[in-house]
C-alpha cells in the first residue's frame, strides 16, 4: 500500500503546494481583472484555470527534478508551479518585450523549457501527441524522465488522444496522461458531447480500450491526486508504460474571454452555466467544490498552518502578483522588426 | 570516390549514416523495422527504429515532441497524402512552435513522404501537394530528383534544426545515379543548373527535371539552347538563380507537376514577374498538370501531367512569342 499523501508529504511540501495553489489563483485573478482595469491590454483569448489548482499541484508534487510537463492552452498554472517567473509569464499574456514567449506567444502559447516545460500549443488534442513525443525521448535517451501530459475533457474526443494513447501503450512510454474533466468542452456541457459520461461511466472508462490503468481521482483534493498521479508516474518511471487518471474539477471561470471583434472591448462574462444553460445551481454547486478553501480549512484543522500561517502565504501572493502586474504594464511593447526572427532555427 | 546506386538506396544511405553519426536521430513508421531481420533494426536497434501502428497523427506528433526535447526523428510517411490526415503537426505544429516560443525551442524532424505516383495511383496517392506547405514560414521542403541530391539533400534535412519535409518523388525510386561516398550534404535554398544553355530557363523538380532534361536533349537537336534548374528544395526557394538564368535567357518555362494553382511553379512566376519582369523577352509558360484530380486509366493520367512533349511545345511557344510593348 502506498503512504497516504499527508505522512508522506511532511508539513513543509503541504504549505508549499497550498502556497503554489494561492499563487495559481492569484494570478489567474489578476488576468481576470485585466480585462475590465486594463481594458485592451491582453490580446485573443486567455483561458484559466481557477477551479484546477489542487489537480495541477497534487499532480506536480510528484515530479522529479527532471520530469516534464506539457499541458493544453489553459496553461498558465503549470510553469507557476515550475519556477517560471511569473513577470515574465504575465508580461507575455500582456504582450510584451519581457514575457516568457518575448511577445510571441500569449497566453495559449506558452514555453519555459528552461523549467521542464517545453511548450504548449492550441490546437486540442495535438499537445497529447507531443507528451508522448517527449517521452519517447526520455525512452531512447533514458534519462529516467517522466512526462507530465495534462489535457481537457474536450480533447479526449479527439483522434490525437486515442491514437497517442494507443501507441505510447504499444512503446510503453513513460507518460501520465491527465485528463481534467472540468465538465465542460469550451462552451459544451460534456453531457452532450461524451459517451462514456452520458452512460454514467467515468471518464478513466476509456483507458481501457488501450488496456492500461485508468482511474478516476477527486481532482479538488491534491492530496488524492497526489496519490494518484504518483502511482501513475512511479509505474511509468519503472518501465511499465502509461496510464489515464481522469482528475475531476469544476473550473470556475468561463472557458476564456468574450469573443469579440476589435474595437468591442473583451472580457470574463458568467460561467456558461449560467450564460449559456441557465443553470444557477450547478454554478453554486460547483463553486462549493472549490479546492482552496478546501484544502485551507485541511490544513488548519489538522495543525499544518495555523489561520494566521495561511494568511500569510495569501498575503504574499497577492503582493507577487501586485508586482506581477505592475511589472508587465512597465515592460515595452516588442520592437516591431524583431518580427521576422526566430521563423527558423 | 563515387558509385552507382538507386535513388531509394541514396536516400536510405544517408539515413543510415546520419544514424551512425548521431544517436539521436530516431526512424520510425509503418510496415517497416517488422522484423529484427530489417537491416535498420540490426544495425541502430529497436529503440531507435520502430513500426508503428496505422496513426498519422500520433506518428507526427509524437515527432515533433521528441524533436522538440532532444531526439531527430524521421518519419517515413510512403505517401504525401497520408500527411493531410495529419496536417496539423505538419502545418500549424512542427513550424509554429519556434516562432510561439520566441526563439526558445527548435523542432528538428524530417516527415519523409513519397509523391506523384503516376503508375495507376489515381486520385488519392499520386497527388503533388507541395504548395500547401510553401506558405508555410518555419516549414522546408526538400525535393530531390537524382540519386545524389537524393543522399545529400536527406543528410542535410536531419541536420536541419528545423522540421523538413523530404519529397521522395516514386517514379525516380529505381533512377540509377553517381552518388559520392561518405559525407554528402547538399545546402538548402541552392538550385542547381542541371544542364547550361542560353535560348530558354526551364524550372522543374523532381521526375520534371528527368523529362526536362530529356526535353531540352530534344530541343537541342532543333538548336535550342534550353538551360534546365532544380531548385532542390522549394521553401527556402533559390529564386536567385532562376533570376539570373532568366536575365541571361530572357524566357522562362515552368515544368510542375502540381495542378496549376497548387504548383510551385505559379511561386516562381510571381516571383520572376516582381524581380525579372523587364529582362522577359516573352510571357512566362507554365506547364503543369490540368486542374483535375488524377485519374486512375493510364491515357487518361498522360493527358493530365506535364510530358516532354507538352514541355518541347511549350518552349517553341515562348520563343515564338514577342516581347509586349518596348
Not at chain 1, 147 to 155: A, E, P, T
Not at chain 1, 262 to 282: L, S
Not at chain 2, 199 to 219: C, R, S, Y
Not at chain 2, 271 to 277: D, K, L, M, T, V
Amino acid at each position: 500500500m502506498p503512504v497516504p499523501a499527508t505522512e508522506a508529504l511532511g508539513k513543509d511540501r503541504l504549505v508549499w503546494m497550498y502556497m503554489q495553489m494561492v499563487r495559481i489563483r492569484e494570478f489567474e485573478e489578476r488576468v481576470k481583472r485585466t480585462f475590465v482595469e486594463h481594458p485592451g491590454v491582453i490580446r485573443g483569448h486567455a483561458h484559466l484555470a481557477d477551479g484546477a489548482e489542487a489537480s495541477i499541484v497534487g499532480a506536480l508534487a510528484t515530479r522529479q527534478e527532471n520530469d516534464l510537463v506539457m499541458p493544453s492552452y489553459r496553461c498558465h498554472g503549470y510553469p507557476i508551479v515550475l519556477g517560471t517567473s511569473t513577470r515574465a509569464l504575465m508580461a507575455e499574456i500582456y504582450t510584451r518585450k519581457d514575457g516568457l514567449c518575448k511577445g510571441f506567444g500569449g497566453s495559449m502559447h506558452l514555453a519555459d523549457p528552461a523549467h521542464h516545460f517545453p511548450g504548449t500549443t492550441g490546437i486540442v488534442a495535438a499537445g497529447i501527441a507531443h507528451a508522448a513525443g517527449a517521452a519517447l525521448t526520455a525512452q531512447v535517451k533514458q534519462t529516467g524522465q517522466v512526462v507530465y501530459s495534462f489535457f481537457g475533457d474536450g480533447s479526449t474526443k479527439q483522434g490525437a488522444f486515442y491514437e497517442t494513447l494507443n501507441l505510447a501503450a504499444v512503446w510503453k512510454l513513460p507518460v501520465v496522461f491527465i485528463l481534467e474533466n472540468n465538465e465542460y468542452q469550451a462552451y459544451t456541457h460534456i453531457r452532450l458531447e461524451d459517451a462514456n459520461y452520458i452512460a454514467g461511466d467515468p471518464l478513466s472508462q476509456k483507458a481501457k480500450a488501450f488496456s492500461i490503468p485508468g482511474a478516476t481521482v477527486d481532482g479538488t483534493d491534491p492530496l488524492r491526486v497526489y496519490e494518484e498521479v504518483g502511482q501513475a508516474a512511479e509505474r511509468a518511471r519503472a518501465g511499465e508504460g502509461p496510464s489515464l487518471i481522469e482528475s475531476k474539477f469544476y473550473r470556475l471561470s468561463p472557458h476564456g474571454n468574450a469573443i469579440t471583434v476589435p474595437p468591442v472591448p473583451t472580457q470574463f462574462q458568467e460561467h456558461e452555466a449560467v450564460e449559456v444553460y441557465g443553470n444557477k445551481a450547478e454554478y453554486a454547486e460547483g463553486k462549493a467544490k472549490d479546492p482552496i478553501p478546501k484544502f485551507r480549512a485541511h490544513l488548519t484543522s489538522n495543525g499544518t498552518f495555523t489561520d494566521a500561517d495561511a494568511k500569510k502565504i495569501e498575503d504574499a501572493a497577492r503582493a507577487e502578483m501586485e508586482d506581477v502586474v505592475q511589472f508587465a504594464l512597465a515592460s515595452p511593447l516588442p520592437t516591431p522588426e524583431d518580427a521576422i526572427k526566430y521563423v527558423y532555427a | 570516390m563515387a558509385r552507382e546506386m538507386m535513388f531509394a538506396e541514396a536516400i536510405a544511405t544517408a539515413i543510415g549514416e546520419e544514424m551512425h553519426r548521431d544517436s539521436s536521430v530516431v526512424f520510425y513508421g509503418q510496415n517497416m523495422a517488422m522484423t529484427d531481420r530489417d537491416p535498420f533494426v540490426k544495425k541502430f536497434g529497436k529503440s531507435r527504429v520502430r513500426i508503428t501502428p496505422i496513426s498519422e497523427t500520433a506518428e507526427l506528433g509524437i515527432a515533433v515532441g521528441a524533436a522538440l526535447t532532444g531526439l531527430r526523428p524521421i518519419v517515413e510517411l510512403y505517401m504525401s497524402e497520408f500527411m493531410l490526415v495529419a496536417f496539423d503537426q505538419v502545418i500549424n505544429e512542427a513550424p509554429r512552435l519556434r516562432y510561439m516560443s520566441g526563439g526558445q525551442v527548435k523542432v528538428p524532424v524530417v516527415f519523409k513522404a513519397g509523391f506523384g505516383f503516376a503508375a495507376g495511383w489515381a486520385g488519392q496517392h499520386s497527388n503533388c501537394i507541395y504548395h500547401a506547405m510553401m506558405g508555410i514560414p518555419g516549414l522546408k521542403i526538400a525535393i530531390p530528383s537524382t540519386a545524389a541530391d537524393a543522399k545529400g539533400l536527406m543528410a542535410s534535412a536531419i541536420r536541419d534544426d528545423n522540421p523538413v519535409v523530404y519529397l521522395h518523388h516514386y517514379m525516380l525510386t529505381l533512377d540509377k545515379g553517381e552518388v559520392p561516398d561518405g559525407e554528402l550534404l547538399i545546402p538548402f535554398g541552392v538550385a542547381e543548373v542541371k544542364r547550361p544553355g542560353k535560348d530558354v530557363t526551364i524550372v522543374a523538380t523532381a521526375w520534371m527535371v528527368k523529362k526536362t532534361l530529356a526535353a531540352a536533349e530534344l530541343l537541342a537537336k532543333e538548336g535550342i539552347s534550353a538551360e534546365v534548374i532544380d531548385p532542390r528544395t522549394l521553401a527556402p526557394l533559390d529564386v536567385k538563380t532562376i533570376v539570373e538564368s532568366v536575365r541571361k535567357t530572357g524566357r522562362l518555362v515552368l515544368v510542375d507537376q502540381a495542378p496549376r494553382h497548387a504548383s510551385a511553379a505559379i511561386v516562381i512566376a510571381g516571383e520572376i514577374a516582381e524581380q525579372g519582369f523587364k529582362r522577359l523577352k516573352a510571357p512566362v509558360k507554365m506547364v503543369t498538370a490540368l486542374d483535375t484530380s488524377i485519374p486512375y486509366s493510364e491515357p487518361l493520367e498522360r493527358y493530365v501531367l506535364p510530358s516532354e512533349e507538352k514541355i518541347v511545345q511549350s518552349v517553341k511557344s515562348v520563343l515564338a512569342a514577342q516581347a509586349a510593348a518596348v
